[in-house]
Nanobody
Framework: QVQLVESGGGLVQPGGSLRLSCAAS????????VSWYRQAPGKERELVAS????????NYADSVKGRFTISRENAKNMMYLQMNFLKTEDTAVYYC???????????WGQGTQVTVSS
């Protein structure tokens, strides 16, 4: 059974930090490009950050560069998003995503709410 399960969301004050985790199971995690997306109320889902299968290359949305760090541990089938200097505009549901061409994977987690508010 394929699963991506996010955890670590919550309420934090502006300027604070959170670390999101995503646990993968039921597929070959190490072959996937994995990403974090987010969706704020009334807005489209957007890519926040992605990381290649080996972890050697990362990509970030301009809005989070220098504040967020994506990482992965293939041996544990885990991925993470360290979020620092959070802003109110970072408030959204955050989703982890796993994608691979061969084998063909395209999986989403159920999402975790991040709320940045004073």
């Amino acid at each position: 059974q394929v699963q991506l399960v996010e955890s670590g969301g919550g309420l934090v004050q502006p300027g604070g930090s959170l670390r999101l985790s995503c646990a993968a199971s039921g597929f070959t995690f190490s072959t996937c490009v994995v990403s974090w997306y987010r969706q704020a109320p009334g807005k489209e889902r957007e890519l926040v950050a992605s990381i290649t299968p080996s972890g050697g290359s990362t990509n970030y949305a301009d809005s989070v560069k220098g504040r967020f760090t994506i990482s992965r541990e293939n041996a544990k089938n885990m991925m993470y998003l360290q979020m620092n200097f959070l802003k109110t505009e970072d408030t959204a549901v955050y989703y982890c995503h796993a994608y691979s061409l061969l084998p063909r994977y395209n999986y989403w987690g159920q999402g975790t709410q991040v709320t940045v508010s004073s």
